[in-house]
């Protein structure tokens, strides 16, 4: 009787020490390293002649996220002149002062300003997206999945918490100063589809 | 001017050879996307992942949107789980193999270039064969 009586204030004690860990929020860092295939940034662009998409696993940057709140913020940080299209020689296209630039600006980045929870997994997500050294805002919807340290995520190879956040949204390459000139018309879109599937981990 | 006999002569079979060669174009670049269009299938390319399936019921992330594609080598097929008719092929024995697979869309680009080229290619054949041949 004494003992179950016992119990329930060590109950409520423990539940209200995860719910304040919770309240508090955890950053979740990108695994550039180990883990990095599993990270993926892709632009796609549907043109006459084909629609090509030019692949990246190096993605770095780290998540703060509360599960309890559905609060967070991140950043994220893709480098281009990793992408690789499926052609040497269009990548390297894509890395010259015509395209990308890859010199001048060596970082796609995403910051974000604004979260909304929306149903489930999905959040409207605002932030700053810098790509060719030219910053603009846009809004997206995100997904962004948690899930607690446990067997699933050991099976998974993951030592720690992981979410797994991932995005598409459009963007126009004029609007980032990237001209297409007339010799490349028809082979790539002047808008492009960028997508992001990452996981992070809390340590 | 009037020119020689022998270059009239040379003219009229240069554009009775270019309006054989546009007209078997023609003919032939229906049959050739057809061809092509017989073997393509709606296809997803996927980065396969089967570790992170235990995580979110993710065993492939797909990368870019679905394609009518030609994929010639079986292998590079990834056994499909549910009900979808989207073929997902595994990027990563793609680039391992430097397989780039071939668009519908391309072939549908080069026939309808040959075809535009082969209508222009006709007039001009037709209008030189049938200018130098009756002054011949």
Request: proline share 4%; aromatic share 8%; hydrophobic share 40%.
């Amino acid at each position: 009787m004494n003992r179950n009586l016992l119990s329930i204030p060590v109950a409520i004690l423990s539940a209200s020490l995860v719910s304040q860990s919770f309240a508090s929020g955890k950053v979740f860092d990108i695994d550039n390293q180990k883990l990095a295939y599993r990270n993926i940034a892709s632009i796609e662009s549907v043109a006459d002649f084909e629609t090509f998409t030019g692949k990246t696993n190096s993605v770095s940057g780290s998540i703060s996220f509360d599960p309890a709140t559905k609060k967070g913020s991140g950043k994220i940080i893709i480098d281009p002149s990793t992408i690789d299209t499926g052609i040497p020689l269009r990548n390297e296209h894509m890395k010259s002062s015509g395209w990308l630039d890859t010199q001048k600006y060596p970082q796609i980045v995403f910051e974000t300003i604004k979260v909304q929870p929306l149903r489930g997994d999905d959040y409207r997500v605002t932030g700053n997206f810098t790509l060719h050294g030219v910053t603009k805002k846009i809004t997206t919807t995100v997904r962004l999945r948690y899930r607690a340290q446990g067997q699933a995520t050991k099976l998974a190879g993951f030592s720690g918490d992981v979410v797994q956040l991932s995005t598409k949204f459009e963007i126009s390459l004029n609007d980032y100063g990237i001209k297409i000139p007339a010799m490349s018309a028809g082979k790539v879109a002047k808008e492009v589809t960028v997508s992001l599937s990452t996981y992070a981990i809390a340590k | 001017m009037r020119l020689p006999s022998k270059a009239r002569r040379a003219f009229f079979w240069i554009g009775t050879a270019c309006a054989v060669v546009s007209i078997t174009t023609l003919f032939a670049a229906p049959n050739v996307r057809q061809t092509y269009a017989s073997k393509a299938v709606l296809t997803q390319i996927v980065q396969v992942d089967p570790a992170g399936e235990s995580l979110f019921g993710d065993g492939a992330t797909p990368i870019g949107s679905p394609q009518l594609m030609i994929i010639d080598d079986p292998k590079a097929v990834v056994p499909a789980k549910g009900t979808s008719d989207v073929c997902q092929v595994d990027d990563g024995y793609l680039k391992k193999n430097n397989i780039y697979p071939l668009q519908l869309k391309t072939v549908d680009f080069f026939v309808h270039w040959a075809n535009m080229i082969s209508v222009v290619g006709l007039i001009f054949g037709l209008i030189l064969s049938v200018q130098f041949r009756k002054k011949s």
